[in-house]
């Protein structure tokens, strides 16, 4: 389906900041506002870069050793799950939907946001560890709109290395 992304997305970030990229940070209380996440399930500390025309948003997440999630994922060698690291990539791209949505409203303009939900993963691969103590980009770009859901491709990055990248699709409702 997405074939040529996912090739690329295995290699090389999905989005590279262009001119119309801007520089935002938004924190965690900004990412509440957009989605219905909250702790400890939030899974995204910020986001810093959105490009409305590359219909594309940069995410942080520190992958912190203290996660309990560690204490059975694996003791003596853990890694950060794989369904975890799709549900961090789920949920910036729910954050770039909102934020395509608002356009250049600023946050405390904000007010009655659309819900947002996953609905499909179409793929998604593993490609290398993210451990305790990685500073993990995210990334996500909207691929396709149809009338209910947007395709939206995603990545985590460390040290500018793809650790993983996944394709789905969201629902994003009515207001």
Do not use: N
Request: proline share 7%.
């Amino acid at each position: 389906m997405h074939d040529a992304v996912i090739r690329r997305g295995r290699r090389k970030p999905l989005f590279t900041p262009g001119e119309a990229t801007r520089s935002v940070d938004y924190g965690p209380r900004v990412v509440e506002r957009l989605i219905p996440h909250r702790q400890p399930f939030l899974l995204i500390d910020g986001i810093d870069a959105l490009d409305s025309d590359q219909r594309a948003v940069r995410g942080r997440r520190r992958v912190s050793a203290d996660d309990p999630v560690f204490a059975g994922h694996f003791p003596g060698d853990p890694v950060y799950p794989g369904v975890l690291q799709v549900e961090m990539i789920g949920q910036l791209a729910a954050c770039l939907l909102q934020l395509l949505a608002l356009g250049d409203r600023a946050p405390h303009e904000w007010t009655s946001l659309p819900p947002v939900r996953l609905v499909k993963v179409h793929h998604a691969a593993f490609l290398g560890a993210v451990v305790p103590g990685d500073d993990a980009e995210i990334v996500a770009v909207a691929l396709d709109d149809s009338d209910y859901v947007v395709t939206c491709a995603g990545q985590i990055l460390v040290g500018g290395e793809v650790r993983a990248i996944a394709v789905f699709e969201l629902y994003l409702g009515a207001t």
